[in-house]
């Protein structure tokens, strides 16, 4: 079946790393992705990932693939405030053709201080 | 800005109403999508079209319908609206039929009292 699960909360220091969880159930997934969304905005690709990488890396952000474990993560490094925001994991299932993204619930990244 | 453009920013009717919600993709896109964005669902893929085609469907209920028109912009249709439509509405665009590295608008809020 399609599931995507995150944690829903996280708190962290200005300053310090941040890592963000997400598991998936569909073996077939090939896309990863990270997006974020600011109060009152909409949704913000940050990064994705082909299933056949390891780890993406793009400036303060760091993407980790377990196809083991179907297990992803996102690395915030050096958290700012502006960071604030809820991050959605999502895959697109093979087997739909790519065409719809199956979210997670989103993980509330909260920064202070 | 993801070259995304929903309209209305924000929307309140009454139940057994009927609404239309407008996307233009960014320019290029062939590909639509609508997602709908509530409290106890999530983010939930409704429908997609490409290049005027309805390409596939999700979780859209037969009272919602959309098309996509010649010059590639997008219009969904939520008719007998009930308390439970509430929510935020999105639409997501790609150039290809692949939803692989999907841009979203800011999301039209209905609120249905």
């Known amino acids: 079946g399609e599931d995507v699960e995150q944690s829903l909360f996280l708190s962290v220091r200005e300053g310090d790393s941040s890592v963000i969880n997400c598991t998936y159930t569909?073996?077939?997934?090939?896309?990863l992705y990270w997006y974020k969304q600011e109060p009152g905005a909409g949704l913000q690709l940050l990064t994705y990932?082909?299933?056949?990488?390891d780890m993406k890396q793009d400036q303060r952000l760091t993407v980790l693939l377990n196809k083991k474990d179907k297990h992803l993560s996102l690395r915030i490094a050096d958290t700012q405030t502006g960071d604030s925001a809820i991050y959605f994991c999502?895959?697109?299932?093979?087997?739909?053709?790519?065409?719809?993204?199956?979210f997670g619930a989103g993980t509330r990244l909260a920064v202070h201080p | 800005d993801s070259g995304v453009t929903q309209t209305p920013k924000h929307l309140i009717t009454a139940t057994g109403q009927r609404v239309t919600l407008r996307c233009s993709p960014r320019?290029?896109?062939?590909?639509v999508y609508w997602y709908q964005q509530s409290l106890d669902q999530g983010l939930q893929f409704l429908i997609q079209?490409?290049?005027?085609?309805?390409?596939a469907k999700g979780n859209i209920l037969e009272r919602f319908s959309a098309q996509q028109f010649p010059d590639l912009h997008s219009e969904l249709n939520l008719s007998s609206l009930e308390l439970g439509d509430s929510a935020l509405y999105f639409c997501?665009?790609?150039?290809?039929?692949?939803?692989?590295?999907?841009?979203f608008g800011q999301g039209t809020r209905l609120t249905v009292v």
């Open positions: 999502a895959e697109i299932p093979l087997g739909d053709g790519y065409n719809k993204l199956i």
């Open positions: 320019s290029g896109d062939l590909s």
């Open positions: 990932i082909f299933s056949n990488m």
């Open positions: 569909d073996s077939s997934s090939t896309y």
């Open positions: 997501a665009s790609t150039s290809g039929q692949e939803g692989t590295e999907a841009f």
């Open positions: 079209y490409y290049n005027g085609e309805e390409r």
